[in-house]
Structure formats: structure tokens, C-alpha cells
């Protein structure tokens, strides 16, 4: 008996081709396969849209920050941008103007106390890219800051180490640096409130010059290494790795030669510490004159005293012979005093220089022994939290390279000539001027 003949597959029943259909598991990992790749692509797509929108939410973020920083450091002045176009350019630089051009976005507080508020609210939206496959077409983000600024709010000591040595009376340098503090001090001035800015002056060649009647509030202070007490008011130190603790740091006295250096109009200067108005400041620049060689460290060292609390005796002393206003009672303020700034212009026109054996201006066997303890005041200065400004002007590489190892970064050195020292002070005044600035949102 034949067997029963199989129908072709052509005439196979669609019940029967169904009933294979779902017995056969040829494809199915296809299948999972797709799924799988559509879901993957989702997750993988909204973690692209989720970077999308955070390195956007970041760029609007730091556009924003800084735009209200740099609107309420502006002065009063008929000359200066309104705010609300500063932090409207701000945005427009970064392509991002519309999320702040709406009314109410941009608001300017004006306080008689409290200085100035600028905020600003900027919003946008991101649109996605796959989140949309899920409803998703927007994302939404709003980056709200405001900073304040009230030259009350922070105290800022200022110390200016001005290089006045004999070559500052070439190519017109003393005029130029007459022009660029004179600027610095009428910007720093102006707004100073409550005696919270001051500024020390410390003019240096190879001589320092204490305010008269100080020296004797030095608990370590030697005699002359001459023996003669003549003209033994200019100082000079013996250690120079601490800023601290300067009332009995040990130093000495030296014999000032004082109106020997017939070859130019010299005015020796004491320095002129916490200095609030702006007529004094000027009058006492504008009576710099030059005077012998070049010795930075001994500069830096003299200058940085007059953050050290420990001199409080000798400003104390000068208040109260009617040469600093009684408001700098008890200052220097600690070191570790909160709502303070402490800023050094540290500036030369040369470098370190020795003279002969012998001749009045020797203190040092050679350069690098000048360089190397000047860099050390520098140094220690700024575990102080002090900010140091190099000012290269017209200086040699020697000077230059100094400059820029006593800098506290890139961005505190300046290397100048001519008129453009002008230019480099208003660059230190506004940075100095960020001190008194504060995010407050």
C-alpha cells in the first residue's frame, strides 16, 4: 500500500503554513536583535541630548557670571556703558542675546551702602534631538546669577614698590610712571569708603627711607656696618624668607647718601603709608624723583611690612603725629583677617644691580644673591594670600624675568614701555577693583 503522498508546499493549507510559521525559530534573535537596537538608541540618544543641554546650561551659566561681575564693578561715571548693556553684550558676544532680551531679565540695584546688585535671569530652551521620540521636544533651562559690589563690603591694602632709581630719569620714564599712578590712585580712591581702600607708597633705589621717627619701634634694629651713625636712617635687612613678625625682624641701620649724586635732581622719599585721599597720593608722586642703582629686594622687603600686623605700633605712631588718618587705627589688619585683599605693584625699570666694593650703594656680593632673596620676599608674600603685580617697565631681561617669577600668575605681569605703563596700571586697578566683587547667586 503506497504511502501517503505529502501536497506540495505551494498547496500546503494556510492553517498548516501558519502552524509552521510558529514552530519555526529561524530569525527570532533578528528580531530580539532590533528591539534591542531601538532601545539602546534611545537611552543612547537622551544621553546625547542630556550633554547637549548641560554643556549649554554651562556655557549660559559662565556668560551670565561673568557678565554681572564685569556690570557692577562699573563706576559712576557719564563715560561708562550703562549695566544692562554690559551683560547684554556679554550675551550677544556669545551668541545667547535672546535669552536675556526680554523685559525684566536684566535688573540693576543702586544702594548708597551697599554698592551695587546686578542680576540677570537669562532663559532658553534646547531642542533634542531623540528625546522626542518620547514626547519630549524641549528642554527648558534658566541661569540666574547676580553679583554685588561695594568697595565697603572688603578692605584692600595696596602697596606700591616704585622703582626710582637714576635711569628713571631716561626716555621720560618718571613722567610716564608719574602719569600711570596718578591714574591707578584716582581709580582706586575715588569710591573709598570708610578708609577700606589704602595705599602704601614705598619708593626704593638702593635706598629705603622709613617715615621719620620710626625706626626706634624696631626691637631688632643694628647699628650701621660702617660704624658711623651719619645719615643712618636708610635700611636694609638680614633675613628675607618671612614677611611676618617684622617689629623684631633683624635688620640695620645704613648710612643714606644722601644728595651726593650730582647727576640728577635727587629727592630721597620716605615711604607713605595708608594713604586715603586722592590730592595727597598725587602730591606725593608727583615729588618722586631718582636716585642711585637698582635694588628690588630691598624694595619688596620694605613694602611687605606694611601688611604685617606686627606694625601697628609705627602706624599708631604716625596717626598720632597727624601723618596717617586716624581711621588706620590698629592696621595693619591680621593676616588672617576674613574681607580683606592685600595687592603689591611691584615695579622696575632695571634689575638688581651691585656697585664696587666700597662705594656707598654695596650691599650685596652680586645679582643673584639679589634675585634670589627677592624672589624669597615674593614668595612669601604670596603664602600670605597676597596678590603680586610685576611691572617690567623698559627693564632688561633680568628684570623682566623677575618680574615675572615675583608675579602671583601670567595674568599679574605686565611688561610695558612708554606710555602704555598708563595701560597696565588701569589693568591692575580693575583687577584689584574684582577684590570687592562677589557672586551672590
Known sequence: MLGKIRPPHAVLSFRHRLAL??????GAILIFGLFAFVIMLMVGGIAVDLMRYEAHRVHMQGTADRAVLAAAMLRDNPANPNPRDIVQAYFDAEGLGDHVRADGRITVEQSNTQ????????EGHLNTFFMRWSGVNTLDMSTPAAAS???AM????????????????????MENLRAAAIDFVEEMLADSQNGNVAITFVP??????MPAGTLGYFNNLADPHSGSMHNAFCIDFSTWDSVTDSINAPMFRRNCDLGSNTSYLITDMPIRPYVRDVSTATNYINALGPNWGTSIDLGVRAGAMFFDPTLRPIINHLIDNGQVDSIFANRPHDWDRPAIARAMILMTDGENCCFTAGHAATRKPNVEIQDADTVSVCNALKAQNVHIYGVAFEAPAGGVALMENCASSPNHFFNSSGADLIAAFQSIATHVQTFSLRLTQ
Open 154 to 173: 572688603v578692605d584692600i591694602e595696596i602697596v606700591m614698590v616704585l622703582d626710582v632709581s637714576g635711569s628713571m630719569m631716561q626716555h621720560n620714564r
Open 204 to 209: 626704593y633705589s638702593t635706598e629705603v627711607i
Open 21 to 26: 510559521f510558529r514552530q519555526a525559530e529561524e
Open 115 to 122: 554698592g551695587r546688585t546686578v542680576t540677570v535671569i537669562p
Open 149 to 151: 559690589e561695594g568697595l
